[in-house]
């Protein structure tokens, strides 16, 4: 179920309704369970997202590194919160849970593949930078 999602997502973007019930009905299950696995698991996105999806790890030991105030610096430089996509439909942003990289932590995630560890107010400035 969850690498059938993963694909659908990757190849439409973000998990809609019909995708979430057609992904169910391929693997023979019911709609709920795939909802279920589609609503519970942060990588899912059952809303459209913007073309870079940084989801900042928000959990303790990112917290105590830094990731409260990266999470404010991120809100600021593209002006929107958490949950949210720029007009533009460049950024979103998310929060992510533990990502077991606690021991590179502060940490984020773009687009659900790529790990930036370490991070610092200026890395973060560089990701963005990067992604435009
Ligand atoms: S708490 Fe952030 S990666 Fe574990």
Same mark, same amino acid.
């Given at each position: 179920m969850m690498g059938a999602l993963r694909i659908a997502q990757n190849e439409r973007g973000w998990l809609k309704p019909e995708i979430i019930e057609y992904v169910a009905d391929y693997l023979e299950m019911p709609a709920i369970a795939a909802y279920e696995v589609a609503t519970f698991y942060n990588m899912y996105d059952t809303q459209p997202v913007g073309?870079?999806?940084?989801?900042?790890?928000?959990?303790?030991?990112?917290?105590?590194?830094g990731a409260g105030e990266l999470g404010e610096h991120l809100? @600021?430089?593209?002006?929107?919160?958490?949950?949210?996509?720029? @007009?533009?439909?460049?950024?979103?942003?998310k929060e992510g849970e533990c990502m077991g990289a606690c021991g590179d932590a502060p940490m984020c995630l773009h687009n659900n593949h790529v790990m930036h560890t370490h991070l610092t107010s200026e890395k973060v400035d560089e990701l963005l930078d990067k992604l435009k």
């Amino acid at each position: 179920m969850m690498g059938a999602l993963r694909i659908a997502q990757n190849e439409r973007g973000w998990l809609k309704p019909e995708i979430i019930e057609y992904v169910a009905d391929y693997l023979e299950m019911p709609a709920i369970a795939a909802y279920e696995v589609a609503t519970f698991y942060n990588m899912y996105d059952t809303q459209p997202v913007g073309r870079h999806k940084i989801t900042l790890c928000t959990n303790l030991p990112c917290m105590l590194m830094g990731a409260g105030e990266l999470g404010e610096h991120l809100k @600021e430089k593209l002006g929107i919160g958490f949950g949210q996509t720029t @007009e533009d439909g460049r950024y979103t942003l998310k929060e992510g849970e533990c990502m077991g990289a606690c021991g590179d932590a502060p940490m984020c995630l773009h687009n659900n593949h790529v790990m930036h560890t370490h991070l610092t107010s200026e890395k973060v400035d560089e990701l963005l930078d990067k992604l435009k």
